[in-house]
C-alpha cells in the first residue's frame, strides 16, 4: 500500500502498529458523526465513559433516521441528543436539516482528515478525499474520549477509472457495477482508492454517491483523490480554506487492480433483495412498477434532484406509481425551492418528504403488498422496506424519473437527449439549523425520557458454557435480519429490553421467546455474516437475549467488531462443520478463558450429534481483553478501577 493516497493518510494518523495489510494498527481520529438511531447508545456509552468534554477536532450530532414521531419516543431521544451535544461540546444538527452524510459533505468535511461515523456509510466523506469509516456507536464514544480507533491496516484496491460517462449514465452505475463484479463480500478488509483520467470527470456529490455504496461492498472505506473538483466543491460550499490536494504517488503499490472504463457503461439496477444483484435495466425493462421513492445518502445532491426535475419537468407520472423525494439536506431543499425545480417535481405528482432517511429505513412509505419498488437508495434487503413481499430495485435518479413517468422499468436511453443541469457556482448557505455546543456547558442539564434506559452489559466471559443452537442462517445474514428497522421498531432503539423481542422477528418470530426460555443460547451463521449497518443494537439485543457465541464461516467487519464491544464471541467455522450444525444441538465449550486467551482454536463438543469440531476466535491482543472482561464498558470500567 506504499505510495496511496489511503497510506499517506493513514501514516499521518497512525498511532500504533505498522502500516502493512492484515495487520492492527491504530490511528487518531480527527472527526465524528453519530445519527440519532444510533447515537442515543454512542452517547450514553460516552456519558459512562466519564470524558468532560469531547477530545476532536470536530464532532456532529444529526438527526436523520428516526424523525416519524408516532408517539414520544423519537421526540424524546431527539431531545437527550441536544442537551448531550451542547453539554460535551458536540455541533447539533437538528431534524429536518438533512442526512448526516450529505450535510456531513457540504457543510464539514475536509480532505486528508480521518472521520469515525456511527453509521455504515460514513465512508461518503471518501468523495472530498477524506478517510471515513463506520463503526459501532462505541467505538465512536471512544474514539470523541480522544482513544485512537483500532482496525486492520487494509488492502488498497486501485479502481482505474477511464474515459467519461455517457449521456443517461450516472455515478450510480459505477459503483453498480462494482457491486456486480465484487458483490456484497467482495470488498472486506479493502479500501477501493479511485484513480485514472477518469476521475476529474466527476464532481464531489457524484464521486460521494461512489464512496457512499462502498459500504455495500464490505469495504471498510473508499477514497477520491482532493483534486479541482473538490476545490470547486467546497469553494461553492464557501469553505475553499480547507482544500489541499491529495492524491497517490505515481508508483504507487497497490494490493490489487480493478478496471473500468466509465464510457462503457450503461443503466443498472440492482434486483431484489441484495446491492450486488446487478443486471442492465435493459434486461428488466418493461417490470411494472409501483413505487418509486429517490433520495438517501446515495443521491439526494442537488445535481441529483435536479436531473429529475428535468426528466419530469411538464409531465406527469404514471397513474399506477407513488413517487417519493427526500432531498438530501436543508440546503438542497432551499435551492431546488427557490431555483423552481421544487415546484416542477410536485407539478409533475411527487410526494415531498423531509429532509431525512425517511423511506430508506423503512420510516414510512412501505409500499403496496407484493410492490415492485424502484429506489436511488443503497439497500433493498428483503423487508427493509416495510413491505415483505416488495422487491426493491435500487436505480440512479435517472432510471428512477423514468420509471415514475412510465409506470415500468425502462431504458432511459429510450427517451431520447439525456437532461442537462447546470449547478451553481455558490450554494446557499445556512448553518443556522446546526446548533454549536453551549458556552457554558455546566448549565446544561440532560434531558432523558422515559423511553431512554440504561445500555446493559454482560458479566466476564465464562470458562464453560453449555447452551443449545437457538437459530442456523445462511449467507450474507444482514443487521436488518438480525434486527430489523422501520418505525414500529427504531423507535426502541434507546430501549435494549424492549427492541431485543424483535431479534432476528423476520426470519424466526419466535426468536426472542425461545432465547429467553433457555436463557440463551448460539447462531449458526455462513458466509458474511452480519453485513450492512452499523447498528451496534444487533449485538446489544441477542446479548441481552443471553447469546454467548455467534459460529459463522465469516463476518462483516463493523458488526464482528461490535459482537467483541458487548461480550459475544465470533467463532470461525469450516464449511463441513457448518453443514452438519443443526438448530437444537446442544453444544459444550470448556477452558475458555485460557483458549481465547491463547487465541488456540477453540473445542467445540456437540452432545447432540456426538462428534468434536474446533471454532476460531481472530481476535486482536485488544479484542482479547475485552471479551474477557465482558465487553468494551466492563473492560474500560476495570482500567479506571485499576488506575
Ligand atoms: C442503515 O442504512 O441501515 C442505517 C440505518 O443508516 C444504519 C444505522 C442504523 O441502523 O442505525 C447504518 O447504515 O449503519
Ligand atoms: Fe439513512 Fe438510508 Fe443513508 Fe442509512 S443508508 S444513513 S438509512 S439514508
Not at 480532505?111 to 455504515?120: I, M, N, Q, V, Y
Not at 441477542?542 to 467463532?571: D, E, K, W
Not at 467455522?573 to 478463558?593: F, K, N, S, V, W
Request: charged fraction near 20%; include cysteine.
Amino acid at each position: 500500500m506504499q505510495g496511496t493516497l489511503t497510506h499517506k493518510i493513514l501514516e499521518q494518523h497512525l498511532v500504533s502498529g505498522t502500516l502493512r495489510s492484515g495487520q492492527e494498527i491504530q490511528i487518531r481520529i480527527d472527526q465524528t458523526l453519530t445519527q440519532d438511531a444510533t447515537g442515543t447508545m454512542a452517547y450514553l456509552q460516552f456519558e459512562a465513559l466519564g470524558v468532560p468534554r469531547v477530545r476532536t477536532e470536530l464532532s456532529v450530532s444529526y438527526v436523520d433516521h428516526n424523525t416519524l414521531q408516532v408517539s414520544f419516543e423519537n421526540a424524546d431521544d431527539h431531545r437527550y441528543l441536544q442537551t448531550v451535544a451542547a453539554k460535551y461540546g458536540i455541533y447539533f444538527s437538528r431534524p429536518g436539516n438533512g442526512i448526516c452524510h450529505q450535510v456531513h459533505l457540504e457543510r464539514f468535511g475536509i480532505p486528508g482528515k480521518t472521520l469515525l461515523g456511527a453509521d455504515s456509510h460514513t465512508p461518503t466523506a471518501g468523495g472530498l478525499g477524506m478517510i471515513g469509516i463506520g463503526a459501532g456507536g462505541l467505538d465512536v464514544a471512544v474514539a470523541m474520549a480522544g482513544l485512537p480507533f483500532t482496525l486492520l491496516a487494509p488492502r488498497v484496491v486501485r479502481v482505474w477509472l477511464r474515459g467519461a460517462l455517457p449521456p443517461w449514465v450516472g455515478a450510480k452505475d459505477v459503483i453498480l457495477e462494482v457491486l456486480r463484479r465484487l458483490t456484497v463480500k467482495g470488498g472486506v478488509g479493502k479500501v477501493l482508492e479511485y484513480a485514472g483520467p477518469g476521475v476529474a470527470t466527476l464532481s464531489v456529490p457524484e464521486r460521494a454517491t461512489i464512496t457512499n455504496m462502498g459500504a455495500e461492498v464490505g469495504a471498510t472505506t473508499s477514497l477520491f483523490p482532493s483534486d479541482e473538483q473538490t476545490r470547486a466543491f467546497l469553494a461553492a460550499q464557501g469553505r475553499q480554506e480547507v482544500w489541499q490536494p491529495l492524491a497517490a504517488e505515481t508508483n504507487a503499490e497497490y494490493e490489487e487492480e480493478l478496471d473500468l472504463d466509465l464510457s462503457a457503461l450503461e443503466p443498472l439496477v440492482a434486483k431484489p433483495h441484495s446491492p450486488d444483484a446487478v443486471v442492465p435495466v435493459a434486461e428488466v425493462a418493461g417490470t411494472p412498477v409501483d413505487q418509486v421513492c429517490i433520495g438517501s445518502c446515495t443521491n439526494s445532491s442537488l445535481r441529483d434532484l435536479m436531473t429529475v426535475a428535468a426528466i419530469l419537468r411538464g409531465k406527469h407520472i404514471h397513474p399506477r406509481v407513488s413517487l417519493t423525494i427526500s432531498p438530501g439536506s436543508r440546503q438542497v431543499l432551499t435551492m431546488i425551492a427557490r431555483n423552481g425545480a421544487l415546484a416542477d417535481l410536485v407539478a409533475a405528482g411527487a410526494r415531498i418528504l423531509e429532509s431525512a432517511c425517511g423511506p430508506c429505513i423503512g420510516m414510512g412509505q412501505a409500499p403496496v403488498t407484493d410492490a415492485v419498488s424502484v429506489r436511488s437508495f443503497n439497500r433493498n434487503f428483503l423487508g427493509r422496506s416495510g413491505t415483505r413481499s416488495a422487491g426493491v430495485y435500487l436505480a440512479g435518479p435517472e432510471v428512477c424519473a423514468v420509471a415514475a413517468l412510465t409506470g415500468e422499468l425502462t431504458d432511459p436511453r429510450a427517451l431520447g437527449a439525456a437532461p442537462r443541469v447546470d449547478l451553481p457556482e455558490r450554494f446557499d448557505l445556512d448553518d443556522s439549523m446546526i446548533l454549536p455546543p453551549a458556552a457554558d456547558p455546566e448549565s446544561v442539564e440532560i434531558v432523558r425520557g422515559p423511553n431512554i434506559r440504561p445500555v446493559p452489559t454482560r458479566g466476564p466471559l465464562a470458562d464453560e458454557i453449555e447452551m443449545s443452537v437457538l437459530l442456523k442462517v445462511g449467507d450474507n445474514v444482514t443487521t436488518d435480519d438480525i434486527l430489523p428497522a422501520g418505525a414500529k421498531v427504531l423507535l426502541l432503539r434507546s430501549n435494549i429490553p424492549a427492541i431485543s423481542e424483535f431479534v432476528f422477528s423476520g426470519i424466526d418470530p419466535g426468536f426472542a421467546a425461545r432465547a429467553r426460555e433457555q436463557g440463551g443460547g448460539f447462531i449458526v451463521g455462513g458466509e458474511n455474516y452480519g453485513q450492512g449497518s452499523s447498528r451496534e443494537h444487533a449485538a446489544l439485543a441477542p446479548m441481552y437475549l443471553g447469546i454467548q457465541a455467534v459460529l459463522a464461516r465469516s463476518f462483516a467487519r463493523i458488526h464482528q467488531a461490535n459482537l467483541v464491544n458487548f461480550g459475544i464471541l465470533p467463532l470461525l467455522i469450516t464449511a463441513e462443520d457448518y453443514a452438519r450444525l443443526e438448530p437444537g444441538d446442544r453444544l459444550r465449550l470448556e477452558g475458555l478463558r485460557e483458549t481465547v486467551r491463547s487465541g488456540e482454536p477453540i473445542i467445540v463438543q456437540n452432545l447432540t450429534r456426538d462428534f468434536a469440531f474446533t471454532a476460531t476466535p481472530r481476535l486482536s491482543p485488544h479484542q482479547v481483553e475485552v471479551l474477557l472482561a465482558g465487553g468494551v464498558l466492563n473492560y474500560v470500567r476495570q482500567q479506571v478501577r485499576k488506575a
